[in-house]
């Protein structure tokens, strides 16, 4: 897996879109989860990471090795290095 980063200005969905499922820059995106309900865009971030159709992690909020994976991105768990108990799904 290839590592990149990308400091995004702002939280706005349209430019996470075009990154992730149009021009396909990255595979799993890694968000700061800095509290529970912290707004992201228009919406909780737990709500956004849940809806959208690319892998997302969420690392945090309680300890830095503490994973949230949304659907697409427990396909991931693997390839991530992240083993059984290592993550936890985001409802």
Not at 48 to 77: E, K
Request: charged residues 25%.
């Amino acid at each position: 897996m290839s590592v990149g980063f990308r400091l995004c200005e702002g939280d706005e969905e349209p430019e996470l879109l075009r990154c992730l499922l149009i021009r396909k820059d990255y595979d799993v995106l890694v968000l700061a989860y800095e509290r529970r309900g912290c707004p992201f865009g228009r919406r909780p971030i737990e709500e956004f990471a849940q809806h959208m159709a690319c892998p997302i992690v969420l690392a945090g909020p309680d300890r830095s090795d503490q994973y949230y994976l949304n659907t697409p991105a427990r396909l991931w768990a693997d390839t991530l290095a992240l083993g059984e108990g290592e993550w936890l799904p985001l409802a």
